[in-house]
DNA sequence: GGCGGATGCTGCACTCTGCAGTATCTACCC
DNA sequence: GGGTAGATACTGCAGAGTGCAGCATCCGCC
């Protein structure tokens, strides 16, 4: 059976202790929501195919009526991680739907593209908040796996700084643009030193 | 018919000039891979859903026995992308294998995670050398759609410092990792200072 | 005893991907 | 003229992943 990149992360958090499928949504919710996120739908399926597979087992339990299935590691299950991590890895995907939104903003007003970019601003507000407090519960050993903190530290690093870059993107944009007659903004000198910049950023220069 | 990011992305195309889906598929590889990537197979499909919407006209032509089918926008298409353009829009979305290898490099060894940053690292590279020759080409003038440079100035800059932070990134942790004596990493008071770079970048302080 | 919120799922329609396969046309070389 | 590499122009299919709605149960609290 083939895996996917959903497969290892389940697999990962299950390489942690045994949890309910429940507890694992909530754990993707809270941890890898930022760097891979996954619809919750999709854990329950992917669990179930884990079992399949023999890589986890499942045990179900009820709480009176209520079922429930705990998912513990296999021994397949660890060696299919290590083997995970030894092989090539996959570049990082952006999927952005403001920079497609900007990429044809000629089409709409400049007021329709400064909003989606303070909407977008707002965003990573909220999302470096949300890092910032998950940061301070950790300082303060108040945080699960606190002896996980020099690879969480590894990974909130690069997801702090990435928020940081789009709300200062997107503030930046929303001047510029404020600064068009139209969204087409067809004079295009003032924007000739970014041009340059660009290609002085050049690796191979 | 509810229309996904995906419709708006080709029919951006599609206002811009009529194209065969083949043109299409290639003008989104080339100028939407960074933004908003999107398989080629999908696009063909996409692009007859415009055409049953009534978003798009399509007409078939042939090159001998070799038959394509040119899409060109109607009036009912450009107002939809009018009325997108005036939506709310929706959080840029990463999906980073290589932060999930970070976040469980435990399991494996540090030769392994430090492998996939340096690989990590050159694909960042390779994407801004692409860039940076799509921004020597519009400099000289060499592109289509030169009218459109301010809005193709706007994404870029977002996209090339997005590769210039993974590259950044990669390289800082690949030399972290390189410290630690197993992939573990207890001892974590050597990232103190990151924790507390995190906290203090809080945007509510 | 009632109610809100947490727990613990499932069904379904739809989006999207990756790969393989098919066929044709054009440019160029010998 | 014949061969072939590469570009053009798609389609089929299995499976990954999403979003929403729905269903039933349990727990704490008033």
Redesign the pocket.
């Known amino acids: 059976?083939?895996l996917?990149?959903?497969?290892y992360a389940l697999l990962g958090l299950l390489s942690l202790r045994s949890w309910?499928?429940?507890?694992l949504a909530?754990q993707a919710e809270r941890s890898l929501r930022y760097l891979y996120?996954?619809?919750?739908?999709?854990?329950?399926?992917?669990a179930?195919?884990l079992a399949a597979a023999g890589l986890a087992d499942s045990e179900?339990q009820?709480?009176?009526?209520?079922?429930?299935?705990?998912y513990t590691i296999t021994s397949e299950g660890r060696e299919a991680v290590r083997e995970w991590l030894a092989s090539p890895t996959a570049p990082p995907v952006l999927e952005a739907e403001v920079l497609l939104r900007s990429f044809f903003a000629e089409q709409g007003s400049t007021a329709d593209l400064i909003a989606a970019l303070e909407a977008t601003a707002e965003h990573a507000r909220a999302a470096r908040r949300d890092l910032a407090a998950f940061a301070r519960a950790r300082l303060e050993a108040d945080a699960p796996f606190l002896e996980r903190t020099s690879v969480v530290v590894l990974t909130m690093r690069f997801v702090v700084d990435f928020h940081r870059q789009i709300e200062d993107w997107a503030t930046w944009a929303a001047a510029e643009v404020a600064t068009w007659e139209h969204a087409d903004g067809r004079d295009w000198t003032a924007q000739r030193d970014v041009i340059e910049s660009i290609i002085a950023s050049d690796p191979d220069r």
Chains 1, 2 share one sequence.
Request: glycine share 4%; no cysteine.
């Open positions: 059976m083939q996917s990149p959903t497969s309910t499928t429940y507890e909530q996120p996954r619809a919750e739908r999709h854990l329950y399926a992917e179930k195919r179900v009820y709480t009176g009526k209520r079922r429930s299935t705990t």
